[in-house]
């Protein structure tokens, strides 16, 4: 039993979802401000035979997931110029995927960066907004 760990109930959901957050505002180092998407796949663990049942996904773990998304992304910025962020997809990717490895959130599922895009600040395209959406194939 982890430190973190939680007990499958009986209706466990086993549908991955894509969290994604749009027009996140990041101020950086150089004190400019520059806007962020992203697409996390969120992919249910599936046990191997004879291991313990799958957790699954849990709904109320995603204001927390959002928290870790957007808390890493602005630690990170404020410590890039935004030149190196608006060319840095894939250390953001690495931090995000890293952050929610590490967080005690999310026990049933694995989270993998799918998109990102940094851009400049434009307060004619600003829609701050985030979703989780379930995957269908």
């Known amino acids: 039993m982890g ?3 939680r007990h499958p109930t009986l209706a466990v959901d ?3 979802r894509d969290y994604l957050l749009q ?12 806007i962020a998407d992203l697409v996390v796949r969120l992919a249910v663990r599936r046990p191997a035979d004879g291991e313990t049942p799958v957790l699954g996904y849990r709904s109320a ?3 927390a997931m959002h928290a870790v998304c957007v808390t890493v992304l602005r630690l990170m910025a404020a410590g890039l110029s935004a030149e190196e962020l608006l060319v840095g997809r ?3 990717t690495e931090a995000v995927e890293r952050a929610l490895s590490f967080a005690p959130v999310g026990a049933g599922v694995d989270a993998h960066v ?12 600003m829609t701050l907004g985030h979703e989780f959406r ?3 194939s």
């Open 3 to 5: 430190l973190f760990s």
């Open 61 to 63: 773990d995603e204001p």
């Open 90 to 92: 894939a250390g953001v």
């Open 23 to 34: 027009g996140c505002p990041l101020v950086t180092q150089d004190e400019l401000v520059v």
């Open 114 to 125: 799918l998109r990102v895009e940094v851009r400049p600040h434009d307060p004619t395209l």
């Open 134 to 136: 379930v995957v269908t």
């Open 14 to 16: 086993l549908r991955d």
